[in-house]
């Protein structure tokens, strides 16, 4: 039962063979790419960054993620990513309640009827959500007496709008590769 449920959350919901070769395979494209995501995280590439601020590769991978699941595929997603995220960098405040809420609010998104599924859909929920994810985060900074309101909003404004630019630009680098795979595995 327990070897099913990792299977269903690891194939899209439309591959009901069990297949073998197909759930490692896909395990490992996941694991690679948020491997990738960690590296990409640590790494300064020129191009890769505007006023000091990098993509948030990990909220991409998310969001790619969160797109065709269930609320709870991408609330888990969150919480594991949130995890790696905070072990990559300052674990205090979490990133879990950020990555955890904007993974439940894209699955929920009802993308049949509002959102096509290309790059510049994708590159606007991006925005959108890393809006979100600095702004929960940034909240925690407040809520947990770490920083002044006053310190937090004279950095918010500048870190949102930037990052949220930054990510978006980079989302089909993310988003292109792992949402055909998805596709080429459901059919």
């Known amino acids: 039962m327990i070897c099913l449920t990792v299977y269903n959350f690891l194939l899209p919901p439309s591959s009901f ?31 890769m960054e505007l006023l000091g601020i990098t993509p948030n590769w990990l909220l991409i991978w998310l969001i790619a993620w969160s797109v065709k ?28 309640l950020s990555l955890v809420t904007v993974g439940v609010i894209t699955a929920s998104l009802n993308k049949e009827r509002y959102l096509g599924e290309d790059f510049v859909s994708m590159a606007l929920i991006v925005f959108v959500m890393a809006i979100m994810a600095e702004t929960i985060f940034a909240l925690q900074y407040v809520w947990l007496q770490i920083r002044s309101f006053s310190d937090v909003w004279q950095d918010y404004l500048r870190i949102t709008t930037t990052s949220a630019v930054i990510t978006s630009l980079w989302t089909p680098a993310i988003y292109a590769p792992l949402n055909r795979w998805w596709e080429m595995i459901a059919d």
């Open 17 to 47: 063979i069990l297949d073998p070769f197909m759930f490692f395979l896909n395990a490992l494209v996941i694991v690679s790419s948020v491997i990738l995501c960690c590296l990409l995280y640590l790494l300064r590439l020129p191009g």
């Open 69 to 96: 699941r269930s609320i709870w595929q991408a609330a888990i997603a969150g919480v594991a990513l949130g995890w790696i995220y905070d072990g990559l960098s300052v674990g205090n405040p979490s990133h879990v």
